[in-house]
């Protein structure tokens, strides 16, 4: 792009080192044994948790990026509650005296509701729609049209297909899950019977029947080569077991179990989540205990086992507690008759078990507070509970606090309710994103004039920024260039990557997509951080600078021949990659690179906006 794009990049008011800078960012009636773990082993294998928790700087962020942009109203002290969700955050800050930002303008409520419900930005025709529009009703309904988007559905599937993980291991069932995921958010499926069809999935082959591909996914290889055709060793079913039940407690409940799949937690957990800390083993060993009598059977032909392929049924003898691991310390003993960790609870006589875990899962108010706690994260940035799947159950009630600890939540109150209205509302997504969405606690500006503490943080008195996921930031280019992505999927050729079941492409495209966070759906997902690889890489990309120069069949050859007037050339290209017009300043600029080379000065400022800051932050 050459030095004009690089001086216009910083005269706008960013420069590539500002960037970088920024890092944007069976039984047994045996006692049980005392697991031979020594402190050095365990130290190693825990130091993670140890260290202190990186919360995410996201009012340090919010503050750079937010001040890259024009001014804004002053910070106020109180807005009238447009739900139940403002009455707990405003009354907050109104009893401490903390000041919050205005509210988001138009063009900033638009650009941010339209990424985070379906992960694109807005076209400069919806920009001035909505902006010349004069019903006062009109972010509500905005957020009723998108909500019943297509793209919703296709972001918020890529979202789950991420969140559990769904990859090769699932073979052809990827597809169908993400197929079965996309039915089950576009009819607005009530998310408990979701989770319960997961848990209890049961199939001759994952590659018919959806839910169960999750089961497949999670499943841990035992043997490289069968005996025969029905040998269970295939795959190792005990670890199997456990593994499910660390996922489906972390995802359905928020809570971490890894550490006592492994020990009991007296003794090594009271430093790091005290609720954790006074559970046993055991009581893990009797939750996988629902899920003993599964059976993962690994098809194979010719002596080959067939590319994540599984037969899933309950047909096994039950939970050995005394059974080998190949990716824990030894198994000791103690009871395997089924006990939910939360309630003790034990399965009804005839009822599969694990129907019955689903049910108990479900129907515990800590799945409606975790849902919606994961929500909140997604949409403001930052939980109630940070992080949204580390819950320590002990520290939830500030009338009943562990001495010395303080209290998790930043709004217990407003977390219950939450999960209460979540229930009430028949576990709709839809619904729980409707109030959030809705509420002033959402629709705050993310910049705050005047002077921000960093106490004000817990109160949510500002929108915090959060960097773009990689799929966000190639599809929002594609929309900006107007040059889509060139992704097959099944027998057709579609757009964004947001439409796929799973990372796709290669060479440039692949290294583009990874510098920025993508998933490799290996390992859990990741909090998105910063690097200062990423401006740089936004700088020199094909993925960028083949799609800014003014081709046949791009954005800027389309705004080159459509007006003949740069003034609007300017302001269209603006509208169409910050969702916002130009500063005078701005405009100024602009013009004066057009001036001297009508084609490289478009090319250059299209280049230029995709690299300033705001561009690659949902603020």
Not at 411 to 417: A, D, M, T
Request: neutral net charge; proline residues 6%.
């Amino acid at each position: 792009m050459g030095r004009k794009a690089i001086f216009l990049l910083s005269v706008i008011g960013v420069s590539p080192s500002a960037l970088a800078a920024d890092k944007a960012p069976a039984k047994s009636t045996q006692p049980l044994r005392e697991e031979s773990m020594s402190s050095d082993h365990f130290a190693e294998a825990h130091a993670p948790l140890f260290a202190p928790k990186r919360r995410p700087q996201a009012a340090v962020l919010t503050e750079r990026v937010a001040q890259a942009r024009p001014a804004g109203a002053e910070a106020k002290f109180h807005l009238p509650p447009r739900n139940y969700i403002d009455r707990h955050v405003f009354s907050k800050m109104l009893r401490d005296g903390v000041p919050h930002a205005p509210l988001s303008s138009d063009t900033e409520f638009l650009r941010r509701l339209t990424l985070d419900l379906t992960g694109r930005i807005p076209s400069p025709a919806e920009i001035r729609e909505f902006t010349a529009d004069t019903d006062p009703r009109k972010r509500e309904k905005l957020i009723d049209r998108l909500l019943d988007s297509e793209a919703f559905v296709e972001k918020w599937a890529y979202f789950f297909m991420d969140l559990f993980r769904a990859n090769g291991k699932m073979g052809r069932g990827q597809n169908l899950f993400h197929y079965w995921m996309k039915e089950n958010l576009r009819v607005d499926r009530p998310y408990d019977d979701v989770a319960r069809d997961i848990i209890a999935a049961s199939a001759k082959s994952n590659h018919v029947v959806a839910a169960s591909s999750l089961i497949a996914r999670e499943h841990v290889q035992g043997k490289a080569q069968p005996d025969d055709g029905h040998d269970l060793e295939m795959v190792h079913q005990l670890d199997t077991h456990d593994e499910l039940n660390v996922l489906y407690s972390k995802t359905f409940l928020g809570i971490n179990l890894s550490c006592i799949s492994c020990h009991d937690g007296k003794g090594r957990l009271e430093k790091v989540n005290v609720w954790l800390s006074r559970k046993k083993r055991s009581e893990f060993f009797q939750t996988s205990a629902f899920l003993g009598n599964s059976r993962y059977l690994m098809y194979w032909e010719d002596g080959k086992p067939q590319s994540g392929e599984f037969l899933i049924d309950d047909d096994s003898p039950g939970y050995n507690t005394r059974g080998a691991s190949m990716i824990r310390v030894p198994r000791f003993g103690g009871p395997n008759t089924p006990a939910f960790y939360l309630t003790g609870e034990k399965p009804r006589p005839g009822v599969e078990p694990r129907a019955e875990l689903g049910r108990m899962i479900t129907a515990h108010p800590q799945f409606a507070r975790a849902t919606a706690n994961m929500f909140w994260w997604r949409l403001m940035g930052v939980g109630i509970v940070e992080p949204y799947d580390e819950f320590d159950l002990a520290r939830q009630d500030p009338a009943n606090l562990p001495d010395g600890w303080d209290l998790q939540p930043s709004h217990p109150e407003l977390l219950n309710e939450l999960g209460a209205q979540f229930r009430k509302n028949g576990y709709s997504v839809k619904s729980l994103f409707r109030d959030l969405c809705n509420s002033n606690a959402y629709q705050l500006s993310a910049r705050f004039e005047g002077e921000w503490k960093e106490a004000y943080s817990r109160y949510f008195a500002r929108k915090f920024v959060r960097m773009l996921g990689a799929e966000e930031l190639h599809d929002a280019i594609v929309v900006a260039t107007g040059k889509p992505g060139n992704f097959k999927f099944g027998d057709r050729q579609v757009p964004m990557a947001m439409q796929l079941s799973g990372p796709s492409g290669g060479g440039e495209l692949k290294y583009f997509m990874q510098t920025f966070g993508q998933s490799n759906r290996n390992n859990p997902p990741k909090l998105l951080t910063g690097s200062p690889l990423q401006p740089l890489l936004l700088m020199q990309s094909p993925v960028v600078n083949d799609r800014v120069v003014a081709g046949k069949d791009n954005r800027a050859r389309q705004l080159l021949d459509s007006y003949s007037d740069n003034s609007r050339l300017v302001e269209e290209m603006f509208l169409g990659t910050l969702s916002r017009p130009p500063s005078m300043t701005e405009q100024e600029i602009a013009l004066a690179a057009l001036a001297r080379n009508r084609v490289e000065g478009a090319q250059n400022l299209q280049w230029a906006l995709i690299n300033l800051t705001e561009f690659f932050f949902n603020y």
